[in-house]
């Protein structure tokens, strides 16, 4: 799918190393390759967003139990990027658009940062419904 200077991508080809300078991009620290590899091969797929010249600009990927749950994991958009907003957009309304055809009438979580709240209200996404709060736990090491 092309609009505007991206392409979507429907699981890309992608090397751990251009994730990790989307997540330098974000101030995240980077990953390991195998912890990489790990979650791209136990994610049902995965999505990116490149600009024409190939850098990689957007990624989410989806892991699910495909009944009852699905969660984004790695919303990851390079916030320097003048269409961050609309790179985020576009990952969110394609995996919701997938999750929607392929498991239908599943509950739908994910994490993101602050800067994302505007975007997926206008997703439809609901912030904290019924008074959830999630919590987070890094098992790295002490």
């Known amino acids: 799918m092309l609009f505007r200077s991206y392409v979507l991508q429907m699981q890309p080809d992608l ?19 195998e912890r990489w590899r790990l979650a791209l091969e136990r994610s049902c797929w995965y999505l990116g967003v490149c600009r024409e010249d190939g850098v990689l600009v957007g990624f989410v990927r989806v ?9 984004l994991w790695d919303l990851l958009v390079d916030l320097d990027d003048p269409a961050w907003e609309d790179v985020m957009l576009a990952l969110v309304q394609t995996a919701l658009a997938r999750l929607r055809r392929e498991m239908a009438g599943c509950s739908v979580s994910l994490a993101a940062p602050p800067e994302a709240i505007n975007a997926l209200t206008r997703a439809g996404f609901v912030v904290d419904p019924g008074g959830i709060r999630a919590m987070g736990l890094s098992l790295g090491q002490p």
Not at 15 to 33: I, K, M, T, V
Not at 63 to 71: G, I, V, Y
């Open 15 to 33: 090397r751990w190393e251009r994730l990790n300078q989307l997540l330098e991009r974000n101030g995240d620290r980077p990953r390991a390759h």
């Open 63 to 71: 892991t699910s139990d495909l009944a009852l749950n699905a969660n």
